[in-house]
């Protein structure tokens, strides 16, 4: 029973078990397993040499050895090909085969035992960790080149904090020699006054089981200490701490430099803006206001954390806030200036005025909004001031020219009634002295300088409420004959030539009115200063000066009159040159006010005893 | 009640698509009638605006959440201050879907040119940052003027 049992133990075990029987090695018992790998055509009885089945041959050989010497022996990962199965292809399998000697009770060997156990797995196993050892070498190398080429330096620490490893640019950069000790030395390298922090900060990394990112000095081959930039992170064998850190060492000695200067030069501006007396700030793209500088502060109270991004807009009187925001918005939105006048609040309440600009910086940072608000209340409350007071001298002008006209007027009623009376009175009223009769054409000559005073008081007012009157193309020969066919009495009585040359600028654009008066005044003034022992010569010459701006050339042969040193006291009203010639003396003074107003200027040459030069810019040379 | 609202703008990881800014109105939309929240969301293009308002400890607590939501980056609050009222009765999300079918009818959504004015209950400083926060994400509109800021006889 119990043989039985085992039997059938041993013919279903998953290991080939074969005998081999007496010298010639026959076939004895063979197992299911060893059957299958043997191939069918083995069977019990047959030798070994004549049916092999997928034995190699020189392991036939090898049977032969070792009954004939009685070792055993173990031949490893025997490659055989398994009979085709089933229609499939004939695959390779590897077996271990162990060859044992059997041996009977007097010690003389009998036969052989032949175990095949089936160790393709691990073979295939063993193949793939070779493979993959082979790509480690291959991936190991290829990292070592490159960790050998990139100009950073790597390193990798173990978790004590000690270097494991350090790429050889670290000693081309330091200059120590490859024997150096790392770990001794590295901290010598750093600048002391970077050292402890960099320990600190390293320790304190390791510690925590974090990566680290920290710039410090570190000297150079040269003696010179260079900014590097020191990277690493932790390699973790999860869960555990980590047990090593790797890591890179960049040299950022220049970038630093630049971006140094670059804070300087920041640091000064902020400065600078800080100093100055006035509300300055920047915006973002956006419109949102992200600096404020010194002043703004001090000048409304709050920080800039209660200003905010908007809150500039709060400082403004409430009813200008809505449009003051719209304006922003706007401007945000195409990229425009900002500009605008505004009342601002200080800290204490008071709104001052400002002027609030705002421009756009648009380089290679994105766009940018720059802006200032200037105090500009004092000019504002000196520009109302001057603005009430020019009001109060425009209407007190205004009430004057009013009452000298109404005054001239009103007098005219009474100088009339006073001349009927004298023509009347002349009529009738005899003298017997005769002396006594030229009382009367004297006063018949007061008479008629006062009516003629009144008129020109009254012409002066009218014109000068004629200056403002619109501007029109003129054309100045039209004109001069006009006003000369009004002076005809007096052309006559003087038997006078007047020229009028125009032809060099026929037209002018000018008030009518105004132009009138201009001509009327200096011809009439012309024919009234006439030297009295030839008749009067008058030039009327328009012609364009070297500007091509218009100009006209009144010229006489006249008394000539005396200029005053200053030419702005030329001409005052009611001052005359000439007393024994009539007149109120107010036309060369029409005449200065007209020009000047229309931003024209009078030139006068003269010579006493030989005439008188007028020449009238219209306007003022560009 | 003690309000609070906080504005802030930020960047989209990546850009939106109609299924995620579904996905995302749906989200909001439950969490803030929970919580309270009220505001408005402004959405174009990868630019995200929002303004939310509510009781500080749940602003101060959804805003914390915003600030680490993987979505977006570069969250940056413009303003985090107490109001008296509050100034939307609801929350909406405005953006310009890629097919507007479906979303008019969506709870919470607005088209971008629906988005009403600020209301007066804002200050002009805050109605002036829904504006440029709106210019910064919609980008200039083409409508005249801005008729949306209250007039300078209403302030």
Known sequence: MREQHLHALLHHLPAGVATLQGPDLRYGYLNKAMQELLGTDVAEGQCVADHPGVLPSDLVDVLQQVYHTGIPYVAKACSLPLPPQDGKESVSRCYDLVLEPVRDDAQEITGLVLFAVDVTQQEEARQRAHTLAMETRRLDARLRVLTETVPQITFSLDAEGLYEYVSPQWYYFTGQPPTADLNAIWPLLIHPDDRLRVLYQGDAARKAGTGWSYEYRLRRHDGQYRWMLSRALPELHAPDRPVFWHGALTEVHDQRELSDALRRGEAELRFLADSIPELIWTATAEGFIDYYNHYTGEYSGLTKEELGPTGWVNLLEPRKQAEAARQWVKSVAMGEPFEGLFRMRRHDGQYRWHIIRARQLADERGPRWFGACTDVDDQHRLREVLQVQYDELARTNRDLDTFVYTASHDLKQPLFNLRGLFEELRRSATFDDPEEEQLLSMVDDSLRQLDSTLQELAATVQDQRGLSAPVEQLDLRHIADEVLLGLRAQIQASDATVQVEVADAPTLLYGRANLRSILHNLLSNALKFAHPERPPVITLRSYLSANKQPVLMVQDNGLGLTIPKTPTTAFQPFVRQHPQVGGSGVGLYLVQRILASRGGHLEVSSSIGEGTTFTLHWFEEA | ?155
Not at chain 2, 57 to 78: C, N, P, W, Y
């Open chain 2, 1 to 155: 009640m003690n309000l609070n609202h906080i504005v802030y703008i930020s960047r989209a990881v990546r850009p939106l698509t109609d299924q995620d800014l579904h996905e995302l109105l749906e989200q909001c939309r439950r969490d803030n009638s929970k919580n309270h929240i009220t505001g408005i969301l402004f959405y174009s293009h990868g630019n995200i605006a929002q303004l939310f308002e509510g009781e500080p400890e749940i602003t101060e607590a959804l805003f914390e959440r915003i600030k680490r939501d993987g979505r977006h980056s570069h969250v940056q609050k413009l303003i985090d201050k107490p109001i008296d009222v509050r100034s939307f009765p609801e929350w909406h999300m405005a953006f310009h879907p890629l097919e507007s079918v479906g979303f008019s009818q969506l709870q919470g959504f607005l088209m971008p040119d629906r988005v009403p004015a600020p209301p007066d209950t804002l200050t002009i400083a805050d109605a002036m940052l829904i504006e440029l926060v709106r210019l910064a994400v919609f980008g200039p509109s083409t409508e005249p003027a801005f008729p949306s800021l209250p007039g300078p006889t209403s302030a």
